[in-house]
């Protein structure tokens, strides 16, 4: 998806992150983006929510993270890429991505409201 780089020069993308747990204020990351893949989108992070499970993920308080991490996991941007194979999402399109990921939004536990527990 991409690789961290050392400068903005090199940079495709930039965030705000840690890396480190004891680092107090975030400072600039770096990115150089790997091909889009045909079923991926690419978004342009316009506004994020921060919470203090954010807090404790920058600061490895439940978990040992891997650095850099850049904190933030409800997103809205513009659609900047599609892969070849997405049909449900054009280059210009407002989209967003919340913090249930991944869940099938079919089975029992779905249905139930509790996709956090989809296998």
């Not at 090199?10 to 893949?37: M, R, V």
């Not at 978004?43 to 850049?70: F, K």
Request: aromatic share 10%; glycine share 10%; hydrophobic share 35%.
């Amino acid at each position: 998806m991409y690789t961290i780089v050392k400068t903005k020069e090199e940079a495709d993308a930039c965030a705000w992150g840690f890396h480190s747990p004891k680092q107090d204020l975030p400072t600039e990351i770096f990115y150089k983006f790997n091909e889009l893949g045909e079923d991926q989108v690419r978004i342009a992070v316009e506004w994020t929510g921060l919470c203090q499970s954010d807090v404790h993920q920058a600061t490895s308080d439940w978990v040992d993270n891997t650095y850099p991490l850049v904190p933030g996991h409800e997103i809205l941007g513009t659609c900047v890429a599609v892969g070849s194979k997405v049909t449900n999402f054009k280059v210009g399109d407002k989209v967003g991505w919340g913090v249930f990921a991944h869940h099938c939004g079919k089975c029992e536990t779905c249905m139930e409201g509790n996709h956090e527990l989809c296998l």
